[in-house]
């Protein structure tokens, strides 16, 4: 079980830590919530799963100050949609103190994670991690010479490298791209 920690941007002016006054609702920030249900996909677009979260879990007590919305340039129409990307708003609404939207807008909106990682990219980024894996567990098995060993190498070096031409092709049609996230106020 990680630890948590409190990450509550209280050395700004404009962060209350205050829920209210009893019996009345307040929304507290969601910077570091995980999504109920949703599995790993807030993790980098779903590059990384819920283990590479290390050994702490990160949590804000702050009042949100407002619920928004990151959107990217492909979701606003400033850039075209490449072929097999996606074509809906690919995020969710989520409450955050104000502490927590300054330091997203600054260092934590230049890249949109479902742009980076679309579903065709986490595809083949699952295939060389099954195509290392089952080269490794091969190579290791009691019995195997140092020549099926060096087979299964090149075997597997050589799907790397077609694996990674894939990759490179998805870069090249704009597929796999950059785009900057926008943080606009939905409440």
Known sequence: MPDV???????????TTK?????????????????????PKHLEGGFYDLRSLGPHVWTCKARADGLYRASCQCTLG??????????????????????HLAMIRKRGSQICPPCVHPPAELELQEAMKYTRESASALM????????????????????????????????????????????????
């Open 5 to 15: 920690l409190d990450n509550t941007p209280w050395w700004l002016d404009n962060v």
């Open 140 to 187: 290791f098995q009691p019995g195997v010479t140092l020549q099926d060993r060096a087979l299964v190498q090149r075997k597997a070096e050589a799907k790397l490298w077609d694996l990674q031409a894939q990759l490179d092709d998805l870069v090249l049609r704009g597929i796999v791209h950059r785009c900057s996230i926008i943080l606009r106020e939905v409440s």
């Open 78 to 99: 400033l850039r075209a949609v490449p072929d097999g990307q996606h074509s809906l708003p690919h995020s969710k609404e989520t409450w955050l103190c104000n502490g």
């Open 19 to 39: 829920r209210g006054h009893e019996g009345l609702l307040v929304q507290g920030c969601e910077a570091y919530e995980q999504r109920q249900g949703e599995g």
